[in-house]
């Protein structure tokens, strides 16, 4: 069978789970604001991102909608519509693809999903900062006191 003709990566999944994968891939963009993903399914995250992001920044209440149903939950899709999306400036290419290197298990490509502004409703990662473990003052044990040696008379 040839393959002329047809569109689109398969992901190895039927229908319906490469729909809840970019579900959910959506969802965790908007979210945490970048993530890392493989570089195909990065690929193909990009353009449905962007066309959510011009739902958004359009705001009546079909788009409110349209972006409702294409998010697994309620909380992102309104904070897209109400906080990222009043944000962005540009008209178009609101994201932008870094390759990363390559997984361990498996060697495949990843890449990192970010905007190309920086956004202020979006959480930044905090570095982690390690402090010294304060030192507790060690408890002296109490000292049982010696009994007095017995004399022995001689």
Same mark, same amino acid.
């Given at each position: ?52 992001? =011009?739902?958004? $920044? &359009? @705001? *009546? ?5 349209? /972006? ?7 909380? +992102? ?22 390759? =990363?290197?390559? $997984? &361990? @298990? *498996? ?5 990192? /999903? ?7 409703? +979006? ?32």
């Amino acid at each position: 069978m040839h393959r002329h003709g047809y569109q689109g990566r398969k992901f190895g999944r039927e229908r319906d789970q490469r729909k809840a994968l970019m579900k959910g891939l959506l969802t965790s963009l908007f979210e945490h604001g970048k993530i890392e993903t493989t570089l195909p399914k990065a690929k193909d995250l990009r353009p449905a991102a962007e066309k959510l992001i =011009t739902k958004a $920044r &359009r @705001g *009546d209440l079909s788009a409110r909608r349209q /972006v409702i149903a294409s998010l697994s939950t309620l909380n +992102v899709a309104n904070k897209l519509v109400d906080e990222i999306a009043p944000q962005i400036t540009r008209d178009s290419g609101y994201l932008r693809i870094v390759k =990363t290197d390559s $997984r &361990r @298990g *498996d060697n495949a490509e990843m890449a990192i /999903v970010e905007f190309v502004d920086e956004l202020k409703s +979006v959480p930044k990662p905090e570095k982690v900062v390690k402090k010294p473990a304060a030192k507790k003052p060690v408890a002296k044990k109490p000292v049982a006191k010696k009994a007095a040696p017995k004399k022995v008379k001689a």
